[in-house]
């Protein structure tokens, strides 16, 4: 048996000290939050024991409880070796009462029901199952986590600072006597993402150490931190404006508002933010604005680079379906490799609530008369097609009201379609969609607001639509109806032989009358579709094709996405479930083009930030010139129209705080560079990038300007890049955030930071200058 090496006891004097430090540091972050003497917090901190299920047969008692910096969640198990582990409470995604996961359904029984709840993270990582000793404490776990998650959402920019730096100064005051030694500033420094020479560290602290005691305590550590935390940049564009008495004024407030933030700004308005984010209350009497307040109302969620008004749906949600880009998904049920991965309804749910409004649906026979959802001829695991149904019906609206597509890949028997319908019908009962809306056949697509809280299916349809309004109408047209849709060979002339051999698919009637908007049909070209094909005729396209059109046949396509559907799909041979660059497809109109949800790259981070507007609605409104079947737009050639206007767009990137470590190791420091990127038609698209801050991921500056030529700014994103830089190999991605150009707020803004995942990175942001102005 190994040797376990045991802590030292501790004598009682020291075991009492030992409490009351923990219990101040407690204190601290609990008066931080505004949580004084929350019993929810209390329930947290005392902790208690849970069930944890991974199978039928593993389900194991787990101690859980919140730590004293009230963020860091530590479990622990009776397993001799890692005999504990801690997840942060800014990790989760939400907390789910009852049986809701697949683990749970799977693994347990219903008499549990009440005893069951779930954690489910941000990231990739699994579910954290647990089972309470009643239901009582299953709610109060659940209502503790979830009023502890939302106070930290809650807390600003300021505060999310002050928490996190005063985290890492209790790690690095390793014998916890609320003293900081220089070995612990330096290791301070270090956690913080800042590495500097003995020498400065040491002057740091001499400045400090007003005492001479060779260690920081009190008031002097506060000093410590506000030299750490001083920014120079705010304090110049503060001295510029602050012209009363060192202060200021409304009218100075008024004076940078117009001048710098090109915001409509009235003197009503500017006391409004004297009175919000002023925290003296003495500078508030006197009406004026101090520095922190300013800097306060510089980090609030309406003063980013966003425009808030954006936030909430703004467009015109009454135009034709296929006049809106729709945020869509590849084979939704994934959740890694397309080969031997994973499926999982959980992929479901973190699409829909990722604001994805069109999901696939690989169906195939099961056993049991009950069809599965999987990748076909592959070794991915599968799941049942009603159990799928039943996920995307629970968060189809969560994130937004506006209708979901249902796109299903039907390779199932006459008689297992019949069970598809079935539950479809039974589970999403009056919200799927069964027929045209209004009284006879309709000529065009209904609107996202007529649509909302509906399902739409998209499948193949053994007739026309008109028949149901036109019995003379042959009954049944099957000659366009094969057996797949999506194809994974990227050769087309194999392909294209391949189809001649594929057997036609029978479709149950009952599944055929449920596709009413997007009826699935083979693509045989712009100008067949244009004299053959109604308007809820749509095709799918492989990446490869659908990007040969966009290059040479931009304008064609363009015309055609104006009056039809069009659907984008990978490649089959991305079986790592990596992703094709989105924008070309987005620049000829093509409204779903699907990508891999799963997989965190550029590609999807161009993807949510195509759809970050609009208030995450799944639906952006193409601009004018790509919802007119007269159009000449041609993203290539760029000729003369309503879309060219020419604009320069100015980008001071400034600084940086809080960078996130890309190493987790203690030593590793992020030698933070900074890319802006633009994508839109090609003579938008361009990178610029800044030197390189050696050893800082804490405060990084580099007051660089760029310069970015525009002429189609309706289609333009930019994105924010951080890297860490690497002389040996390709830098490493930190964090990055993309919107929409026409998002863009001009003047001072500050940039929030997203994870590889999507997710906001807690008091990490860049501080840019923007201007967009009318290009001479």
């Not at 149904?389 to 609206?397: L, Q």
């Not at 008109?466 to 094969?482: G, N, Q």
């Not at 001071?652 to 933070?672: E, W």
Request: negative net charge.
């Amino acid at each position: 048996m190994a040797c376990v090496r045991k802590q030292p006891k501790l004598s009682r004097s020291q075991e009492l000290l030992h409490r009351a430090r923990t219990q101040e540091v407690v204190e601290k972050n609990v008066k931080l939050l505004g949580m004084e003497g929350d019993a929810d917090v209390q329930f947290l901190l005392q902790g208690g024991d849970l069930l944890k299920v991974r199978s039928s047969s593993w389900k194991k008692s787990r101690y859980f409880k919140l730590q004293e910096d009230c963020k860091t969640m530590w479990r622990e198990s009776k397993r001799m070796f890692r005999s504990h582990r801690t997840f942060s409470l800014d990790d989760i995604a939400v907390v789910r009462l009852g049986r809701q996961t697949e683990g749970l359904k799977k693994y347990t029984d219903q008499q549990v029901e009440d005893c069951c709840f779930s954690i489910v993270f941000k990231d990739h990582r699994k579910n954290l199952d647990l089972i309470a000793s009643s239901q009582d404490e299953a709610k109060q776990w659940v209502s503790s986590l979830q009023k502890m998650i939302a106070s930290r959402n809650n807390l600003n920019q300021q505060q999310k600072t002050e928490h996190w730096i005063f985290s890492c100064l209790s790690k690095a005051d390793k014998n916890k006597d609320d003293k900081l030694s220089k070995s612990d500033v330096k290791r301070f420094m270090r956690l913080i993402n800042i590495d500097v020479e003995d020498a400065y560290a040491e002057m740091l602290f001499e400045k400090c150490d007003k005492s001479k005691s060779g260690y920081l305590a009190g008031e002097e550590i506060k000093d410590f931190y506000d030299l750490l935390t001083y920014r120079e940049e705010i304090d110049v564009i503060y001295q510029e404006y602050a012209k009363s008495a060192g202060f200021m004024s409304p009218e100075n407030l008024v004076e940078f508002l117009l001048k710098e933030q090109r915001e409509k700004a009235t003197l009503a308005d500017a006391r409004t933010i004297i009175d919000k984010f002023e925290l003296d209350e003495k500078a508030k009497e006197k009406n004026v604005l101090t520095k922190d307040g300013f800097l306060v109302y510089l980090h609030h969620p309406d003063t980013l680079i966003a425009n808030p008004e954006h936030k909430e749906v703004y467009q015109d949600m009454s135009q034709p379906l296929n006049h809106y880009f729709i945020s869509s998904s590849h084979n939704t049920y994934l959740t890694e490799d397309q080969l031997k991965g994973p499926s999982s309804t959980e992929a479901y749910v973190r699409a829909l609530l990722k604001g994805c409004r069109c999901v696939e649906l690989d169906c195939w026979d099961g056993s049991d008369d009950e069809p599965v959802v999987y990748h076909g001829y592959t070794l991915t695991s599968k799941i049942l097609f009603k159990d799928a149904i039943k996920a995307i019906k629970d968060y189809a609206f969560k994130t937004s009201e506006y209708p979901v597509i249902l796109s299903l890949e039907n390779h199932c028997s006459v008689e297992q379609q019949e069970v598809m319908a079935h539950h479809m019908t039974s589970i999403l009962g009056s919200a799927l969609l069964t027929s045209p809306l209004g009284d006879g056949m309709p000529a065009n697509f209904p609107s996202p607001e007529e649509l909302k809280r509906k399902f739409l299916i998209k499948a193949k349809r053994l007739n026309k639509l008109e028949a149901t309004f036109a019995p003379e109408t042959p009954a049944i047209d099957d000659s366009d109806v094969t057996e797949e849709e999506e194809s994974d060979d990227d050769d087309e002339e194999e392909e294209e032989e391949k189809s001649k051999k594929k057997k036609k698919l029978k479709l149950a009637k009952a599944l055929s009358d449920m596709v009413i908007y997007c009826k699935s049909v083979h693509f045989h070209g712009f100008e067949d579709a244009r004299t053959n094909l109604s308007f809820y005729e749509m095709s799918s396209f492989k990446e490869k094709k659908a990007t040969e059109l966009a290059e040479e046949s931009a304008n064609d396509y363009i015309i055609h996405n104006v009056d039809k559907l069009s659907r984008i799909y990978p490649a089959g041979s991305r079986t790592d479930s990596s992703n094709y660059n989105p924008v070309p497809l987005w620049n000829a109109g093509c409204q779903m083009v699907a990508l891999n949800f799963q997989t965190s790259c550029s590609e999807m981070d161009l993807n949510q930030g195509r759809f970050l507007t609009n208030g995450q609605s799944g639906y952006i409104l193409k601009p004018a010139y790509m919802r007119n079947s007269a159009t000449d737009f041609d993203p290539i050639t760029l000729t003369r129209g309503d879309w060219l206007k020419h604009k320069t767009l100015h980008v001071m990137v400034i600084s940086a705080q809080q960078l996130p470590k890309v190493n987790k190791k203690k030593s590793s420091i992020v030698d933070p560079l900074v890319k802006v990127e633009v994508y839109g038609v090609p003579a938008d698209t361009a990178v610029k990038e800044t030197s390189t801050v050696e050893n800082n991921g804490f405060n990084p500056a580099w007051n660089e300007n760029f310069q970015f030529d525009i002429y189609v700014p309706e289609l333009a994103l930019v994105r924010f890049l951080v890297e860490d830089h690497d002389s040996t190999s390709d830098n490493e991605f930190v964090a990055q955030y993309t919107l929409p150009l026409n998002t863009l707020k001009m003047g001072y803004r500050h940039v929030p930071l997203l994870n590889k995942n999507g997710d906001v990175v807690p008091a990490a942001a860049l501080f840019v200058h923007v201007m967009v102005v009318d290009a001479e």
